[in-house]
Nanobody, 120 residues
């Protein structure tokens, strides 16, 4: 059974840090690109950061470049999002996503999300 479970969200003051984790099970984690998305009420879910499966290449949304770092541990089947210098506009539900394209077919799995609130 495929499962993605995010953790590490919470309430933090502006300028603070949080580290999100997403533990995966039920599929070959190392074969999947992993992403973090976020969503606020009334807005579309937006991509925040991505890390590729093979090379570990990363990509970030302009709004988080220099502040957020995505990483993965293929032994623990876990992807992380280190968030520094947090701003109130970073407040959202954060989701992790696993994605693989194989033989023209897309395999995508989502976690249930974890709330991050940045407020004084």
């Amino acid at each position: 059974q495929v499962q993605l479970v995010e953790s590490g969200g919470g309430l933090v003051q502006p300028g603070g840090s949080l580290r999100l984790s997403c533990a995966a099970s039920g599929f070959t984690f190392s074969s999947y690109a992993m992403s973090w998305y976020r969503q606020t009420p009334g807005k579309e879910r937006e991509s925040v950061a991505l890390i590729s499966a093979a090379s570990g290449r990363t990509n970030y949304a302009d709004s988080v470049k220099g502040r957020f770092t995505i990483s993965r541990d293929n032994v623990k089947d876990t992807v992380y999002l280190q968030m520094n210098s947090l701003k109130p506009e970073d407040t959202a539900v954060y989701y992790c996503k696993a994605l693989k394209m194989e033989w023209g077919r897309e395999y995508a799995y989502w976690g249930p999300g974890t709330q991050v609130t940045v407020s004084s």
